[in-house]
């Protein structure tokens, strides 16, 4: 297995994550839990598999100085022409993470890492890279695919052969990742470098509903419920995505 890029489906990509309700919820979390954790002084920021630099837009938007790093140029170039199209300036480097440490040579004050890790071969290989890219007192934005909501999921619909066999990674070409993460497993990873000061679920709701309900909620009720309950000791664990921002140690 080799890690995944988006080369040739970047549109889709697009389309499919940001054209509708998923991605709203997705960017209405990871900033809500960014605006609450981050201190309002600007801070340089580095972007670890950005795709079309949603979170990174929103970022410079408000101040900070950012840098984004994506291996697919289609998708970088969309990210360049969001930025543009904004009014916005930033730093673009067409890399993948294991070429970052030889080219980029001062820490940053935040690295995000939003869903990557379940697109590589060997993800707990990135992660001391990434202490290394952030600064001993700044903050990383880890976002990744829940195992846990997969297997639920799947248990919802009766795929049970699919659960015995544990079948969880998507069909190739297809958008579903190929390296779903086990929560306690990465948790255990980062312990020895990373101190995890907040956790959210992303959509720990909405990819339950069944499709009639999904269809007649307004995006804004589904904004606010997802947002209020994120956290929830129930609900969070859920979350189709799980956010963690931590501290290194």
């Given at each position: 297995m080799t890690d995944r890029h988006f080369d040739e489906l970047a549109t889709r990509f697009a389309e499919k994550i940001y054209g509708g309700a998923k991605g709203a919820i997705r960017l209405a979390v990871l900033q809500a839990d960014l605006a609450e954790a981050l201190p309002e002084r600007p801070l340089r920021v580095l972007d670890v598999g950005a795709g079309l630099g949603h979170m990174s837009l929103w970022?410079?938007?408000?101040?900070?100085?950012?840098t984004l790093a994506e291996p697919a140029e289609p998708m970088l170039q969309g990210a360049r022409e969001r930025f543009a199209d904004a009014?916005?300036?930033?730093?673009?480097?067409?890399?993948?993470?294991q070429d970052l440490l030889?080219?980029?040579e001062q820490p940053y004050d935040l690295v995000l890492c939003h869903a990557v890790l379940e697109w590589l071969a060997e993800p707990a290989r990135i992660l001391p890279v990434l202490h290394?890219?952030?600064?001993?007192?700044?903050?990383?934005s880890l976002a990744f695919y829940n195992k846990d909501a997969l297997i639920y999921r799947n248990l919802l619909k009766g795929h049970f052969r699919k659960l015995r066999k544990a079948e969880f990674a998507g069909e190739k070409q297809s958008l579903?990742?190929?390296?779903?993460?086990?929560?306690?497993?990465?948790?255990?990873q980062l312990e020895a470098h990373w101190r995890v000061e907040s956790q959210s679920g992303v959509r720990v709701f909405h990819d339950y509903m069944p499709q009639p309900f999904q269809a007649k909620a307004e995006l804004l009720d589904l904004l606010e419920m997802e947002l209020a309950y994120r956290r929830h000791p129930s609900f969070a664990g859920l979350g189709r995505y799980l956010h963690w921002i931590c501290r290194p140690r």
């Open positions: 970022l410079a938007q408000r101040g900070h100085r950012v009014g916005q300036e930033a730093t673009f480097i067409q890399a993948p993470w030889g080219q980029l290394q890219l952030c600064a001993p007192d700044g903050w990383l579903t990742p190929q390296m779903p993460l086990d929560p306690r497993e990465l948790a255990a």
